[in-house]
């Protein structure tokens, strides 16, 4: 299901704007007084709700935290001025990622499939960043001062409808809310998508990647689509033409060589997403075992197949190739928690929480760790220990709907009502169900009784949660 091309087609509407190649946005410019760096922070996180609420997601920890490392890795040399972002990673087979307003930054599990090397995947999220830094958003809005930021909130409902399959409902308030600027837009998108890759080959750099691999991946892509009826959402909001791939390897070739070209780390990230979008983990372990033939010190096509094999139930052999990958590398989290995920299976749960717990001692602060300590607990019966590890995690990642609905599941399991009804309401707040939200907390207040300090809390929490419903539905109107 192609559920993103309402989305990144519209969004590449808006992030169009007329800019000359050396002008950078500052806070106090012109477009800061239409749409200032605050509003679009507010409405991003608003339309970042309304997403995760309709559009699958990807909710695997070592992915997530793998994007969310290489996306921060790339913004610490970059333009970028409010570092505030948010992430979501959308189930999706599909070649693309984009950058909405306010920092959010959208990555298909697809991209992984599309992108051989770690530089050419970090080549596209360098150019998404630039959009960013750039606030390509607000200076859009500014180039059509008659779309005020009501208007653009619109049109991201419209966008998020017809993401998660509202169709024509969701394509007219799309089509209703652009039609009046599309044309004019039109004529900036050249020079964003010229501007971005500029900026976006210069961070390549900074950050230690070979820059040449951003002409190499469109050069791919389009020796691969050029005569595809229907390419893959990237090249529909990022059309690449013979100019585009010239004007980029022209300027890439200008910067010094080197830089990193590819990673293992990377590789093994690729060969859990190449077995997340197989159908079946027989037929991923035969896209690895013959990658295998073919060369047999690919660690990770060896790592892919051991993966293939536990989700098939092969646990012997799964463990035979990952011997030899823990030999070579004893500390590899990617290879010790593929031991940890074979032990679980094979109801080895004193083996793995032995090397968790060793891991963690090397990697206090680990989110893929930090969560399947947690999972190892719930799987011992220990409820509460797993809330109190859940209950660290939330430190580092207090907008995460993922932990959440688990916090949410170990309070139920510990007997712990009240916060059960509170974490259920984290939640439901940010997939923006407000309604669900503020009546779970509701319940927790209920129970609370006469714990008045407690209730208390509950309340001005649920008194903020009924603000920002207001303000969503005011941006949204």
């Not at 070579?328 to 793995?352: F, S, W």
């Not at 590890?389 to 430190?395: A, E, I, S, W």
């Not at 007997?415 to 997939?431: D, S």
């Amino acid at each position: 299901m192609n559920l993103l091309r309402p989305t990144l087609l519209t969004l590449a509407c808006f992030l169009a704007t007329p800019v000359m190649a050396d002008d950078l946005p500052s806070l106090g410019d012109s477009s800061s007084s239409i749409v200032s760096p605050e509003q679009e922070h507010q409405l991003g996180r608003a339309w970042l709700s309304l997403l995760r609420g309709q559009v699958p997601q990807l909710d695997d920890p070592q992915l997530k935290d793998y994007v969310e490392s290489s996306v921060y890795r790339l913004a610490e040399t970059s333009q970028l001025q409010d570092r505030r972002l948010e992430f979501v990673l959308l189930n999706s087979p599909q070649l693309n990622a984009f950058a909405a307003p306010g920092g959010i930054i959208g990555v298909n599990g697809g991209l992984f499939l599309y992108a051989p090397t770690e530089a050419e995947y970090a080549s596209v999220l360098a150019h998404e960043l630039a959009h960013l830094s750039q606030r390509h958003f607000a200076r859009g809005v500014e180039a059509q001062q008659r779309m005020q930021v009501p208007v653009m909130a619109a049109m991201l409902a419209g966008i998020v409808a017809a993401a998660a399959g509202a169709g024509d409902a969701g394509m007219a308030a799309i089509m209703g809310t652009q039609a009046a600027a599309i044309q004019e837009q039109r004529r900036f998108s050249r020079q964003n998508e010229q501007e971005a890759d500029r900026i976006g080959l210069l961070n390549l750099e900074k950050a230690g990647y070979d820059p040449r691999a951003m002409p190499r991946m469109f050069e791919r892509l389009m020796r691969q689509y050029r005569y595809d009826a229907k390419p893959p959402e990237f090249l529909l909001t990022h059309p690449v033409t013979e100019n585009r791939i010239a004007d980029t390897r022209n300027r890439a070739e200008q910067l010094p060589p080197g830089g990193v070209e590819n990673s293992l780390r990377y590789q093994l990230m690729r060969a859990r997403v190449q077995l997340m979008f197989e159908e079946t983990p027989g037929i991923a372990a035969k896209r690895f075992r013959a990658m295998l033939d073919e060369d047999p010190k690919l660690d990770a096509a060896r790592y892919g197949l051991a993966i293939a094999q536990i989700k098939g139930g092969q646990l012997n052999q799964a463990r035979d190739n990952l011997a030899p990958l823990l030999a070579k590398a004893p500390n590899e989290i990617v290879y010790n928690l593929g031991q940890v995920d074979l032990d679980i299976t094979a109801n080895r749960l004193a083996e793995a929480q032995q090397r968790v717990d060793r891991l963690l001692a090397q990697y206090p602060n680990n989110y893929p760790l930090k969560q399947m300590r947690s999972d190892l607990l719930l799987k011992q019966n220990k409820p509460k220990d797993a809330e109190k590890v859940l209950d660290g995690l939330l430190k580092s990642r207090p907008n995460d709907p993922d932990v959440w609905y688990q916090v949410a599941e170990v309070r139920g399991l510990a007997g712990n009502t009240i916060g059960l009804h509170q974490a259920r309401a984290e939640y439901f707040a940010l997939v923006g169900d407000f309604d669900q939200a503020i009546e779970q907390l509701g319940f927790a207040k209920r129970r609370a009784g006469s714990n008045f300090p407690l209730a208390a809390r509950i309340d001005a929490r649920q008194q903020e949660l009924i603000q920002e419903q207001q303000m969503v539905k005011q941006m949204m109107r």
